[in-house]
């Protein structure tokens, strides 16, 4: 058990645990955040996960926690480690179940009062066009060639099918395409469960919502977003459904016996783990990387018919109904990257579990529509609650290998909310608050009610106090269509 | 071989997914008796439509493994044929091998969706009782 009194306090916002804590630790671990959510951090178990984590092979610097941290499966999630490409490791544990889970945010030239009279209408079409909720199958149905190819091209494979432009493609993380994706390392199972699903948004946590932009922290970078007060945006929260779910099980399984072969120990099985140099660790990879291009094809699939349905509600009823992608991010990967540490030049393999990518002005991974701004880091909050976009800045990669937040937890198990609150309830509050909503599950809504979560406010201010991002604008939604 | 089936579960407090403590009087209840309150989240079977049967073959190199293997599997064929599987006919349960015979109905109504079944906390352990399991769903 680890006590507060532990942890040395290196900065406001930053809190260190040195690695002779434990003997097995191979760095020490850090967590990121105001005093607040630093002492949250002990209510569950996320910080023996994150010193967990410092005891893996070739990880390099800090085992890192975001100010959102909260207990996950093997890595906490808000949980950030890069490990030596050489000599380090590859963990499905750091990445997690929903392999690219993550964010798009497409932007309107439509004001709020242009938009209020038809977001019933608006609701119940995106609710009919973007599947959504248990048992629900996608949008899109395809063949196994045909997933094959999704999984090896992500959102390339949807611009040639025309559900993309080039300039979704442009504004998307990795360009919507990991590379090192192999269709062949997805087993088979999984693939079954991808074959249906494509087009569909989930449930759980996941939504599609309409939001009003109605705070600008930054101007510059705003307008380089292409975001204004007022404006209408919309976003879309989910991942690589079952096929994603299905690799972490499997590889999860496959790789039980590779660190006793490979000469290694783990202090959790969760994170059970293979050299990245290493046959498991690069199949591992080349599988992650086939299922976070199926999530990219998934959420510009769904962007497809959100396109679709606003023009199906809107045309001649708004001037401009047209929606240009702001970014999409992904908060749930292992990428390979290369960073300076200690003045050198190191290849890595960063994961970041709950966490997103937050690279700043200049970096040449950037789409060159962004590369003199910087990364926008997309940070949806909870059900009815305000959402963030940020910007990535040159500390995020001295501090924590251009990472940040990536969302809020939980405060409340799903039991517990639900019975605090029916789900009509939620409904009909959410209503009062001017939020329309159309959902599967009314149970599911419960589970998902604002009571439930933490205040994502509170950790983009750590962020932004960090250093590792900065605020540029936040909407609230006035939609939330919910599986 | 159904045995008798004499075990018990409860749900246990988790602030962001589903976690249950399952006993049973020997492996075959317990994998039967978790596999049955997993099921009652999931989905409600149909009252109508006829019943349907599928074999399961498992081996892992734990039992923690096999029961992890197991109710994946109930979920998967869940998913993929829309079927809720409900009853159990054991030709064999062993700390690293089960085959059985399920026999259920078409899905009435989802309840919630599993993601996975994890490993955290994970421990098939041996007791005056029988056996007894804490197991972890991320939902």
Not at chain 1, 52 to 76: E, T
Not at chain 1, 445 to 465: I, T
Not at chain 2, 29 to 43: H, N, W
Request: glycine share 10%; hydrophobic share 40%.
């Amino acid at each position: 058990m680890v006590k507060r009194e532990e942890f040395q306090r290196v900065d406001a916002y930053v809190w260190e645990l040195p690695r002779n804590f434990d003997s097995r630790m191979l760095v020490p671990a850090r967590i990121y955040g105001s005093e607040a959510l630093f002492r949250a951090a002990f209510d569950d178990r996320s910080i023996e996960q994150l010193v967990n984590v410092a005891m893996l092979p070739g990880i390099v610097k800090y085992a890192m926690a975001m100010p959102d941290m909260h207990q996950g499966y093997g890595f906490p999630i808000g949980g950030v480690a890069a490990f030596d490409a050489d000599t380090g490791i590859v963990s499905p544990g750091g990445v997690g179940y929903d392999i690219n889970c993550g964010v798009r945010m497409l932007a309107s030239q439509i004001e709020e009062e242009e938009i209020r009279p038809h977001l019933n209408d608006l609701a119940t079409i995106l609710y009919r066009n973007c599947p959504s909720g248990v048992g629900e199958g996608g949008a899109v149905r395809l063949s196994y060639g045909e997933l094959d190819r999704v999984l090896e091209e992500g959102a390339r494979w949807a611009k040639a099918q025309g559900y993309a432009t080039e300039d979704d493609l442009e504004r998307t993380e990795s360009g919507g395409r990991m590379p090192r994706a192999n269709p062949s390392a997805v087993p088979d199972r999984a693939k079954q469960r991808g074959l249906p699903q494509l087009g569909s948004l989930g449930s759980g946590n996941h939504f599609l919502e309409i939001d009003i932009v109605d705070a600008i922290y930054e101007a510059e970078a705003a307008a380089a977003f292409g975001l204004r007060e007022g404006q209408v945006v919309v976003q879309i929260h989910c991942g690589s459904r079952g096929l994603g779910h299905e690799v972490c099980s499997q590889y999860l399984r496959m790789l039980q016996d590779a660190p006793r072969r490979y000469g290694f120990e783990i202090p959790d099985r969760e994170l059970v783990s293979a050299p990245y140099d290493s046959v498991e660790g690069r199949d591992y990879v080349a599988a992650m990387a086939a299922a976070a291009n199926y999530a990219f094809a998934n959420r510009q699939v769904l962007a497809h018919f959100v396109r679709l349905s606003f023009e199906e509600v809107l045309a001649g009823k708004v001037s401009n109904w047209h929606l240009q992608q702001v970014y999409d991010i992904t908060h749930n990967m292992a990428k390979v990257e290369d960073h300076v540490v200690d003045g050198k030049r190191r290849t890595l393999i960063v994961h970041r579990k709950g966490a997103t990518r937050s690279f700043p002005a200049g970096h040449p991974e950037l789409t060159e529509v962004y590369r003199s701004t910087g990364q926008p880091v997309l940070v949806p909050g909870s059900m009815g609650t305000a959402s963030y976009v940020l910007v990535g800045t040159e500390s995020s990669m001295a501090l924590t290998f251009g990472s940040s937040c990536h969302g809020a937890g939980r405060t409340m198990s799903r039991h517990a909310a639900t019975r605090r609150a029916r789900g009509e309830q939620v409904r009909s509050e959410l209503h009062e608050q001017g939020i329309t909503v159309r959902a599967q599950s009314m149970r599911g809504l419960a589970e998902e009610a604002p009571f439930a979560y933490k205040d994502v406010s509170e950790v983009v201010d750590s962020v932004a106090g960090v250093g590792i991002a900065r605020k540029v604008a936040r909407v609230h939604p006035v939609a939330v269509i919910k599986g | 071989m159904q045995g008798l089936i004499m075990g018990r579960w409860k749900e246990i407090p988790h602030t962001a997914d589903l976690a249950l403590h399952v006993w049973g009087s020997d492996l075959l209840d317990l994998f039967a008796t978790a596999a049955r309150a997993m099921m009652s989240f999931v989905a409600v079977p149909a009252q109508q439509g006829g019943e349907l049967r599928a074999r399961v073959q498992l081996e892992a190199l734990d039992t923690e493994t096999l029961l992890v293997d197991w109710l994946g599997e109930l979920l998967f064929l869940l998913e993929r044929e829309r079927v809720v599987f409900v009853t159990y006919d054991f030709d064999r349960v062993t700390p690293n091998a089960l085959s059985a015979d399920l026999t259920g109905r078409p899905v009435g109504t989802y309840l919630a969706n599993i993601k996975a079944v994890t490993y955290h906390n994970l421990a098939v352990v041996q007791t005056e009782e029988g056996y007894e399991t804490e197991v972890v769903f991320d939902v």
